[in-house]
């Protein structure tokens, strides 16, 4: 059973958020807080599995008080959870130490997947955000890399695959990738597929930001002809 705290300024914010925790077969909320010192308190008290931190609350924000959570109970996961969709307030909260970010028009079931995700090993992020943290972690590589260090699982990759993630982070697409290794496009999303899988992560998105999280990849774009998706 996750044991969770709820952290949200606006009230009715905070009950909604505690109603989809509470029903859940797999979670209990066993606190609530409507500011970044009643988190810490509460997070003291309960040493809860996970903590959903709303970023903008009065006396202490979400940022600075997932920081300290991170001090006092480093086995405890944040789960950011606000109005926020830039990469900018997600590249804070990961920064300080949050494990997924996602933003408050998120369903119930995105929310409990979202929270059994930082629990475990996935980094959920909601898909507008997502979106530009790709072109971000290409981009601002070192920024990104260091808002998503401290991961201790590196899943070890075999040369073909370890190709297919090098020219990913290059931005290439499905099809270009396929061309430079002379294989199918089905081929491509198999190992696609695979770096998946190794990685706990759901697609290519969070494969990035993972592989670069854990050092194994420094993305960079390349100047490449415009086609279309091909993904």
């Known amino acids: ?7 949200d300024d606006h009230p009715i914010m905070r009950a909604a958020l505690r109603a989809y925790v509470d029903s859940a077969p797999d979670m209990v909320c066993v606190g609530e807080a ?16 996970v903590v959903i931190m709303d970023l903008k609350m009065p006396e202490m924000g979400g940022v600075e008080a997932t920081a300290e959570v991170m001090a006092i109970a480093p086995k405890t996961s944040v789960l950011a959870v606000t109005t926020f969709s830039s990469e900018g307030h997600a590249l804070q909260a990961l920064n300080a130490g949050a494990k997924g970010y996602i933003v408050k028009d998120a369903t119930a079931d995105q929310v409990l997947e979202a ?17 530009r943290l790709e072109f971000n972690a290409v981009n601002e590589a070192e920024e990104f890399s260091v ?21 990913l982070a ?18 491509v999303k198999a190992h696609l597929g695979r770096l998946c899988a190794r990685f706990g992560v759901r697609d290519r998105v969070q494969l990035l930001i ?3 999280q854990l050092g194994l990849i420094e993305p960079q774009l390349e100047d490449v002809a415009p086609e279309g998706d091909g993904r």
């Open 1 to 7: 059973m996750l044991r969770l705290v709820v952290a």
């Open 34 to 49: 409507q500011n970044g010192l009643e988190v810490i308190e509460r997070v003291r008290e309960e040493m809860p599995d």
């Open 115 to 131: 929270i059994r995700q930082v629990h475990g090993s996935s980094v959920p992020i909601s898909p507008d955000v997502a979106r």
């Open 147 to 167: 808002a998503l260090a401290g991961s201790d699982y590196l899943p070890r990759v075999p040369p073909r695959e370890t190709e297919v993630l090098t020219l």
């Open 170 to 187: 290059r931005g290439f697409s499905n099809r270009e990738i396929a061309t430079r290794m002379v294989l199918t496009e089905g081929a």
């Open 210 to 212: 993972r592989a670069t």
